[in-house]
């Protein structure tokens, strides 16, 4: 079964850098029919995809955050992390990693558990 | 404003059927891509509910069942149920904007 497990600092100063990883256990990593992901929710709001990374490590990020964002892979530690700089308050909110599904581009099987960032 | 645009909140009765829609653009619905659906319930990550418009991943209950056509998708809930009470999330992919896309969401009330 798969599971994602994801941390990363919590409480941020503006101006500061955003870190997440996420540790993906059971199924396969490296498989080329799964990508990762990452999706946010400011408090009390809806869902936005950040960006995404393949297992050719290729990447796709929300143009609005393309700028501020890189998502990387670690194959040997089965994990991908987040890193979002110049973080402001409006970055707050809760912080989900997920699998995607290449051969259903869109379809995010597996999630974490969510990692809530605060910017104050 | 959100590209996909969702009703903010639907409710009915138990054991009716609501439908949450979702509308998009030439962009995303229109250009092919397609219509999928998460639950999310409070405090809890989504769940993936349906996905390629109208498939339901293992352990989905098939009283939910999704379409597409044209520049909107639906999501349809039959036999409503007091646990269906959640927010409902649509998701395509936008090529004007080249990423994807969530609707605003949905909050479903069962009364």
Excluded: M
Aim: proline share 5%; aromatic share 10%; net charge neutral.
């Amino acid at each position: 079964q798969v599971q994602l497990q994801q941390w990363g600092a919590g409480l941020l100063k503006p101006s500061e850098t955003l870190s997440l990883t996420c540790a993906v256990s059971g199924g396969s990593f490296t498989d080329s029919d799964f990508y990762w992901s990452w999706i946010r929710q400011p408090p009390g709001k809806g869902l936005e995809w950040i960006g995404e990374i393949n297992h050719n490590e290729d990447t796709n990020y929300n143009p609005s955050l393309k700028s501020r964002i890189t998502v990387s892979l670690d194959t040997s530690k089965r994990q991908f992390s987040l890193r979002l700089t110049s973080v402001t308050a409006e970055d707050s909110g809760v912080y989900y990693c997920a699998r995607g599904l290449a051969t259903n581009l869109g379809a995010f099987d597996n999630w974490g558990q969510g990692a809530q960032v605060t910017v104050s | 404003h959100s590209v996909l645009t969702q009703p903010p909140s639907v409710s009915g009765a138990p054991g009716q059927r609501v439908t949450i829609s979702c509308t998009g653009r030439n962009s995303n619905f229109g250009t092919g891509y397609e219509a999928h659906w998460y639950q999310q319930f409070p405090g809890t990550a989504p769940k993936l509910l349906i996905y390629g418009n109208t498939n339901r991943p293992s352990g989905v209950p098939d009283r939910f069942s999704g379409s597409k056509s044209g520049t909107s998708a639906s999501l349809v809930i039959t036999g409503l149920q007091a646990e269906d009470e959640a927010d409902y999330y649509c998701l395509s992919y936008d090529g004007s904007l080249s990423g994807w896309v969530f609707g605003g969401g949905t909050k479903l009330t069962v009364l």
